[in-house]
Structures are given as C-alpha cells and as structure tokens.
C-alpha cells in the first residue's frame, strides 16, 4: 500500500463525502427517527476523527457534540439568548444537556 500525501488527501475527500452523505441522511430522518438520526451523526464525527477533517461548518451547529442528537428533530434542543457581559446564545441539548455557546457579534 502506497502511503502518500495525495493518498491521504483522497481519503479526506472520500471521508468528506461520507460526511456528507450521512448529515444528509440524518437530516432527513431527523423528525420520524431521531435515534437512526442520532447513529448517523455518531458515524460522521468518528470518521471525521479518523480522516483527521473537519466537519463542514455548515453542519456544526445541527448537532450536539455530545451525544450527536440531531438539533434538525423537534424539541432536541432549547436556544436562549443571553446578554451579560457580551451577547451570546445558548443552545442546551434536550438530551444529554450539554450547553453550546455562540457569542454575537453586535455591529
Ligand atoms: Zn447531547
């Protein structure tokens, strides 16, 4: 087996489309099967920890890091907004409560 830096970077590129696939995947099953959902989601973040990627940013905030219950299911999650000190929200996950802040930038 050929170990190389264009090898790797194939596999990136093959991990980011299983991450792709499988957000999608949980998206869609979100509402009528959060748990297949939750599964998928579990998926991603090891093989995004094995690929060594990142998962896209448009996917970060639509789960927990947690637990990886999806946020696209209904009631998964509660949002506040906060503004002591600096404005920020936070998004508590319903499952396992793991509490996400987001600081706002105010213009
Ligand atoms: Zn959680």
């Known amino acids: 087996m050929v170990v190389g830096v264009l090898v790797s970077r194939e596999l990136k590129m093959i991990a980011l489309d299983r991450i792709d696939r499988l957000m999608d995947f949980a998206k869609r099953h979100a509402v009528e099967r959060p748990e297949i959902a939750r599964k998928a989601i ?34 998964s999650f509660t949002i506040r907004v906060r503004d002591r000190r600096s404005t920020h929200i936070v998004i508590k996950c319903m499952r396992c409560g793991y509490i996400k802040r987001i600081p706002v930038n105010k213009t």
């Open 42 to 75: 579990l998926l991603a973040m090891r093989i995004a920890q094995k690929a060594r990627v990142r998962i896209p940013k448009k996917y970060k905030r639509m789960f927990c890091r947690k637990c990886g219950t999806s946020f696209w299911t209904p009631n």
